[in-house]
């Protein structure tokens, strides 16, 4: 299958830790915007306590109900398109990475909050329309509100709220995480060896779409979508059975590294990593779910260590992996400083 259910929460895992172990720029699409973090299982918290109760976790006072988790995991499972034979083996995998991934979230916001760090509404807004901005699929905050209510069943005000939790992330980790630091001529060229082929010019890319729309019957027609896939039935021939009417005679377009950059996370990276006539893993956006396949690759000529273009990319390149790194830092530190008040109950 295309999303066996072990890929699915694997997927789903991916998500939320991009969205905070990394300076997130990828796709707002609801849900928790909290990271599982890397090597935290349940014993890092405080001992279970196996007594069936409204409340599965309190984070320094504070509750998240069973109904908080439900939630997100139905809003998990919506996003995912998971099949209905698999829902109940999905809840059960779902459910602890998820909670984990609330409670770290909440630990975030309480730190937000002892910052006073307080995005206005204009703020929010500006950060919702930068998000239809970049979706492609929607026009209008409008009808990026009336698809997320399709997908996720959460209202305006739900998604309003999510997004001002997501700017208050990232204004803490900007402004109390990231750190600059020197970077060295040696660790420079160090960098540079052990990643000479990160740095050339401008590739280019000749891609294509296959996007499908987001409707009730979703699941059944990734599971014959799936079918289709094993079968290696031809690319141009699944846009012209499953795209959207107006997407089935579109063209493969070409694209340069800068206009790659520009795309939605984690898009970027994905198609970098394709072969010619490899497609990516489904995608998921607030109108529509994407596979993207690679036509053609032009790779550009190797930069030299000592050109200006190759210092600068290297430069940006060793900063991005150490706020990487710091994200990972603080958040250890943070669940490790609060660990007495993060206590979990199961069921």
Known sequence: MIRTLALVVAAASKRLIDRDHTVARGVFAGGVLVAVLAGTGAA???????????????????????????????????????????????????????????????????????????????????????????????SSLEEYFRRMLQMTGDDEETIRKQARDEIRRRLLFREHVYREEYISPRELREYYGSNRERFHEAAKYKIRYL????????????????????????????????????????????????????????????????????????????????????EAKTLGKALAFDTQKAQVMIRNAISQDRRDRQVNRYLSELLAKNIGGIRKFVE
């Open 44 to 138: 890092a918290f405080a001992d279970d306590l196996k007594v069936p109760r409204a409340i599965v976790a309190t984070v320094n006072g504070e509750a998240i109900t069973n109904r908080d988790l439900d939630l997100e995991v139905r809003r998990e499972i919506k996003l995912r398109g998971v099949p209905d034979e698999q829902l109940a083996e999905a809840r059960h995998v779902l459910r602890p990475q998820i909670l984990e991934s609330m409670i770290t979230h909440r630990l975030i916001q309480q730190q937000c909050d002892l910052f006073k760090i307080l995005p206005s509404d204009g703020d929010i807004d500006r950060f919702l329309r930068w998000q239809v901005d970049e979706s492609r699929d929607v």
């Open 211 to 294: 996007t499908i729309p987001i409707t009730p019957d979703l699941a059944k027609t990734l599971e014959s979508l799936n079918a289709d896939f094993e079968k290696k039935v031809p690319f141009d021939e699944l846009i012209a059975k499953y795209a959207a009417e107006t997407d089935r005679n579109s063209s493969a377009w070409e694209i340069t590294d800068a206009e790659l950059d520009q795309m939605l996370d984690p898009l970027p990276r994905l198609i970098r990593e394709l072969k010619v006539g490899e497609v990516t893993p489904r995608l998921d956006f607030p109108a529509a779910v994407r596979f993207v396949r690679l």
